[in-house]
């Protein structure tokens, strides 16, 4: 081997012994003392601090848009501060078995998951995760909620400083104390009171249990408010937490076979929020949440809220429920009149604004909102969306006639459709039949029969994605032809987006009740309250169009004045189950429905004879109510009229050979109604609700069935389920 050779066999030999394992464990084991220096001079600098801000907390103040305060929220906490002997024993071992098992073992921290946390929070995944009770009880009482490395290595360090110096007791009466369980309880006493409206000693296993397991995701977890998904996992929380008490030795196996979910009480507004205030701030919340302002954050306090609602226009709309409603109603005395429920929203069209909103009798006393709920059908106010869709789509008779307001269809009642693959016939209001009715006259007198062959001639699904365009909700959403009764799932909020859309001229409006929400620490981005254009200004003026002359002449002239020029629509749910009319100027747009509510347990009943008045239909207190606030609304009226574009006429030729009438035997059930709908109303000039007196159908409706009227509770109702052939127990209205 020559000098060279030697030379670079050397050097590659110091190259090894330079990644030698002994040098390598070496740097290991020297990274590790650095590590450890670093944790203990950092455990040296780092003190049990005072209790944070939190133990202070700042007040929530939600304005008008004027500047005014409507309400303050959060000043003092939602929190009793309870000693731990308070709680019983089983609780407090369900929430150790809930959320660290080895509390009483452990030295207040967990390495494994505060390492997995930093990382989380390094790598940007989100929550942290992997804290003890004793780390909760710290970020919770000493520190903030920042997600940061800093504030982590704080929790870490004081945590065990807290481990040594409390005793255990202490710590979980702490936590209990301070932790935050949703429905604005802090502290386990406040929680109790928010779902089960007894007192922290009064608990039990199981429904300790439950607000233990709840403590994992407040929000989703709330019975009251949880998706199926939510309920599913909160039970298996649930069961999740009493079986690490049966491992931990804490509750008998025999015992916990036993147990049942207990599910919580329906949630009540807090001090203060009573009348509309709280629906007013509970709507505030939702669109916040909507937009990434998360419970927990809106809680820590701080926030100025100003909302777009109208002071002015918000004392009138709850002036003209009074007056037109809640004055005629006997809630104490009257078996009817005391589930009635009422809700409204209010809309500037040009901007999406909500300027008004009604709830219900109060937040304090009803807490669902009236305004806000999904759980009903909106009806037939569903039908201009379908003459929408047809517009919009350029779609044809059966016969191949452009679909235009002068468009004569087939007005039999329960007249089958044709070019459906599922059978449908359903029955207009009081069982009338109209020779050839255009398009316009069967907007007026709402004749189900020519909607529903309308519906198949769009196609149901064209329609629903117009309708979802437009501001529908998918919610219980059937693509069949019974959708043109509405037996979808809606709001009032929601279809005062979808009026305001065509009032708009087809342009999207989304109502919006949130002007501005400022915090010290960040601002909320608001909702944009218009969008892009959904349908053709053509298609929404045309519908508009229609619309007018349901109020001028149709089955909403209860709205009508000469104080302002105005376009709406009645509706009446299956049964008579819900009530609405929803209509606007060119200034407003304001949806008002009546639900029947029963006050044992919320069910769903019929509203016919609310306030001895009979069938109570969209075009009765729904409409008067409507065209009372809106007078006053509008300063006593407007002079601004519909600014029209492009108006469809259609083709005026019989489209469809008409069916003959079907033969129906009546049961008492089906028998139609020819009573007024209130005993003080002159009768118009047909049997039907829907008509006024200056209304005349095209061609003399005819009575298909025989049989003489029934009384108002026997009325035959206006929807039913998606697909469902009439029968002696369901029959619709055509309002």
């Not at 409006?509 to 909702?527: C, F, G, L, Y």
Request: charged share 25%; glycine share 10%; net charge negative.
């Amino acid at each position: 081997m020559g000098r060279a050779d030697a030379r670079r066999a050397a050097g590659g030999g110091g190259k090894r012994r330079l990644f030698t394992w002994r040098r390598m464990l070496g740097t290991f084991f020297g990274f590790c003392l650095l590590v450890m220096g670093a944790f203990a001079a950092l455990y040296l600098y780092v003190d049990v601090p005072a209790a944070n801000a939190q133990a202070e907390k700042q007040s929530n103040v939600y304005k008008y848009s004027d500047g005014t305060v409507l309400a303050r929220t959060g000043k003092g906490v939602n929190r009793e501060i309870v000693d731990l002997d308070v709680v019983p024993k089983k609780v407090q071992h369900a929430f150790v078995a809930a959320e660290n098992k080895s509390f009483y073992r452990d030295q207040g921290v967990d390495l494994k998951g505060t390492t997995r946390g930093l990382l989380n929070t390094l790598t940007g995944k989100g929550k942290q995760g992997g804290s003890t009770i004793t780390q909760q009880y710290v970020k919770n009482y000493y520190l903030t909620q920042d997600r940061t490395v800093t504030r982590k290595l704080k929790e870490l360090v004081i945590s065990l400083k807290v481990d040594q110096r409390t005793k255990k007791d202490d710590i979980l009466a702490g936590y209990l104390n301070t932790v935050y369980y949703g429905r604005g309880a802090s502290g386990i006493q406040a929680a109790a009171q928010a779902y089960y409206g007894v007192d922290a000693k009064d608990l039990d296993v199981s429904r300790g249990a439950y607000l233990a397991a709840l403590l994992q995701a407040p929000s989703q977890y709330d019975w009251a408010v949880a998706s199926p998904t939510g309920k599913k996992l909160v039970k298996e929380r649930w069961a999740y937490t009493l079986d690490n008490m049966v491992d931990e030795g804490w509750l008998d196996e025999a015992e916990r076979a036993k147990l049942t979910f207990p599910v919580p009480e329906s949630p009540k507004a807090a001090p203060g929020m009573d009348g509309q205030t709280g629906y007013l701030v509970e709507a505030a919340n939702q669109e916040m949440a909507r937009q990434g302002i998360t419970e927990e954050m809106r809680e820590t306090g701080g926030w100025t809220v100003t909302l777009n609602i109208d002071k002015k226009k918000q004392k009138q709309l709850q002036k003209s429920v009074d007056r037109e409603l809640e004055d005629q109603l006997d809630r104490d005395g009257n078996k009817v009149d005391a589930t009635v429920q009422a809700g409204a929203t209010s809309v500037d069209p040009k901007t999406g604004k909500v300027v008004a909103l009604y709830g219900g009798v109060g937040a304090t006393e009803h807490y669902i909102s009236n305004a806000t709920r999904r759980d009903y059908q909106p009806a037939s106010t569903f039908k201009p969306l379908v003459l929408a869709s047809a517009l919009e789509n350029g779609s044809t008779t059966q016969g191949g006639d452009l679909i235009g307001l002068d468009t004569v269809y087939d007005g039999t009642s329960r007249r089958p459709v044709v070019g459906s693959d599922i059978p449908y016939d359903p029955q207009n209001e009081d069982d009338i039949s109209y020779d050839s009715p255009t398009v316009r006259t069967a907007m007026d007198k709402s004749i189900n029969s020519v909607f529903a062959q309308m519906v198949v001639d769009v196609g149901p699904a064209a329609v629903k994605k117009t309708a979802l365009a437009l501001g529908v909700p998918d919610k219980n959403f059937p693509e069949t032809p019974s959708l043109t009764l509405g037996t979808m799932n809606a709001s009032t909020w929601d279809m005062a987006g979808v009026y305001a859309t065509l009032d708009n001229h087809g342009k999207k409006v989304t109502p919006t009740i949130v002007k501005s929400a400022e915090h010290r620490d960040r601002t909320m981005e608001p909702v944009d309250g218009t969008g892009a254009q959904v349908i053709s200004r053509a298609s929404a003026d045309t519908v508009t169009d229609a619309l007018t002359e349901v109020v001028d002449q149709g089955s909403g002239h209860e709205a009508n004045t000469p104080a302002y020029d105005a376009a709406g629509k009645t509706g009446t749910a299956e049964e008579n189950k819900a009530a609405w009319f929803a209509g606007y100027t060119p200034e407003l747009t304001t949806v008002v429905a009546l639900y029947g509510e029963s006050p044992k347990g919320g069910a769903q009943v019929s509203l016919t004879g609310t306030a001895n008045s009979g069938r109570a239909n969209g075009g009765g207190f729904p409409a008067r109510i409507w065209a009372d606030y809106t007078l006053d609304a509008l300063g006593g009226g407007s002079a601004r009229t519909f600014d029209l574009e492009g108006v469809e006429r259609g083709e005026t030729s019989v489209t469809e050979t008409p069916s003959a009438p079907p033969s129906v035997t009546e049961s008492p059930e089906e028998t139609p109604s020819e009573e007024p709908e209130t005993p003080s109303e002159s009768p118009s000039e047909t049997p039907s609700e829907e008509t006024s007196p200056a209304a005349t159908p095209s061609g003399s409706p005819s009575r298909t069935p025989s049989g003489s009227p029934s009384t108002p509770e026997e009325t035959p109702d206006e929807d039913r389920p998606p697909g469902e052939r009439p029968g002696s127990d369901t029959d619709l209205l055509g309002d």
